[in-house]
């Protein structure tokens, strides 16, 4: 059994980055990884512009103004943003200005309204500003050429706004990774289906998508595989010619049923990790397939018990889909530390993880356990999890109050 810092370190070096790289257009790129380094077209900003709705002045005319002795400036414009000034601003003179609009020619500093009083054709200004005060000069946050972003950076909401800023209408992406799902037992069926005694709903099929969506992989379900060795077999290399890599859930325990392990190595698959020391989740087969075209297909066999398949994920599975996928950094889960409301039980032997939740709160983070049974089999106290609290191996209990480790699952 392998601990299980381990066992992570070991499914990342087996997992290889991505070297195809696609186009999608700006509006379809939410969810993908940059593959390549983005520089910028342009200066940002593009010219120097206000920061403030107000008046654009040269500083030397107006730096011993205060409100005992104002001084006056004729106005030579008014300059609404989107426009470009037409007239300089030349010594004892101002321009209207907004937020937002170019600053004209000759003039250096904005004073704003606030500070001003206009008599028709006039402004006194009242107060008298810093130099080059809010003018925001081009290329200050940015200039044509510099890095604007990185290659292996998600793709979210901020990141969008940046890429239409830039005018980045086609971005380099790498291909989402396809991830199929099987679930392997003769006693399920799919939600719609009446019981029959002794069956179960095949519920790890739908957090397993779920999961993979939430790790930026496209999943592939695959269904229900019965306990047979030739239909695990068909299943397994039907799901290789689909997919990158291969989650299944179930069958990979010791029982007389649980073939997994076996029909891989039949299909030459090597076996890297068949067991590691974490409860839930012990029996955990990871092996990978020969190597077509420069990456070796991925399979991850996860225990069937709904609590373990999904520990297993979290903890091992989804660090390897975001290292595949091309995510520059952050694999590996988040870890807090945050003081336990409830006293934590395990049985010394395995790192134990215990589903409940984080709350973050001003004085810190702590960690409210889900009631009710936490034995593996146990899915209903399992929704509402966004955090494991980790007992570590030598450790029979974690006393209420104390700063216990959590891994932050969503
Ligand atoms: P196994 O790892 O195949 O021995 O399965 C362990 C336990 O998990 C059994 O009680 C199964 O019925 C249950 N189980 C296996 N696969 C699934 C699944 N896809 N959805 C829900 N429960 C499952
Ligand atoms: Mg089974």
Redesign the pocket.
């Given at each position: 059994m392998l601990p299980a810092a381990e066992a992570e370190a070991k499914i990342l070096d087996l997992v290889s980055l991505p070297t195809e790289v696609e186009q999608v257009p700006l509006d379809a790129a939410l969810g993908h990884i940059l593959a390549h380094p983005i520089p910028s077209p342009l200066d940002f900003p593009h010219w120097d512009n206000s920061a403030m709705d107000g008046y654009a002045v040269r500083y030397d005319d107006v730096q011993g103004a205060s409100a005992e002795a104002p001084v006056a400036l004729t106005l030579t414009e008014a300059i609404p943003a989107g426009r470009s000034p037409t007239l300089p601003v030349g010594p004892g003179q101002a321009a209207r200005i907004l937020t937002g609009s170019m600053v004209p020619a000759g003039a250096d500093t904005i004073v704003m309204q606030e500070v001003t009083q206009r008599q028709g054709d006039r402004v006194l200004v009242l107060e008298a500003p810093a130099p080059a005060q809010f003018v925001r000069h081009r290329g200050s946050y940015c200039r044509a050429g510099d890095p604007l972003m990185a290659r292996g950076l998600a793709i979210g909401g901020p990141e969008l706004a940046v890429l239409a800023a830039a005018q980045c209408i086609q971005v380099p992406v790498f291909p989402q990774l396809r991830v199929a799902i099987l679930?392997?037992?003769d006693?399920?069926v799919t939600p719609e289906m009446p019981l029959q005694p002794g069956q179960?709903?095949?519920?790890?099929?739908y957090a397993l998508a779920a999961l993979v969506r939430q790790a930026g992989a496209i999943p592939v379900s695959l269904g229900?595989v019965p306990?047979q060795p030739q239909a695990l077999r068909a299943a397994i290399e039907s799901a290789l010619a689909q997919a990158e890599v291969i989650v299944s859930?179930?069958?990979?325990?010791v029982?007389d049923?649980?073939y997994v392990d076996e029909i891989l190595a039949e299909l030459g698959a090597t076996l890297h990790i068949c067991s590691v020391a974490v409860k839930p989740g012990k029996?955990l087969t990871v092996a990978t397939f020969p190597a077509e075209n420069g990456s070796a297909p991925l399979y991850f066999g996860l225990?069937?018990?709904?609590v373990?398949?999904l520990v297993t994920f979290w903890r091992f599975v989804a660090p390897a889909l975001r290292k595949r996928s091309g995510l520059g950094a952050g694999w590996g889960p988040v870890f807090v530390p945050a003081i336990t409301r409830h006293a934590l039980n395990a049985g010394g032997q395995r790192e134990t993880y215990l589903w409940g939740r984080l709350e973050m709160a001003a004085d810190g983070c702590s960690f409210e356990l889900a009631g009710g049974g936490h034995i593996s089999?146990n899915?209903i106290n399992l929704a509402g999890t966004n955090a494991l609290a980790i007992v570590p191996v030598g450790t029979q209990m974690i006393p209420a109050g104390e700063t216990v480790r959590v891994m932050v699952v969503n």
């Open positions: 679930s392997t037992g006693e399920l179960i709903v095949d519920s790890n099929q229900i306990d859930s179930g069958g990979v325990s029982g049923y649980d029996p225990p069937g018990n709904p373990s398949a089999g899915l």
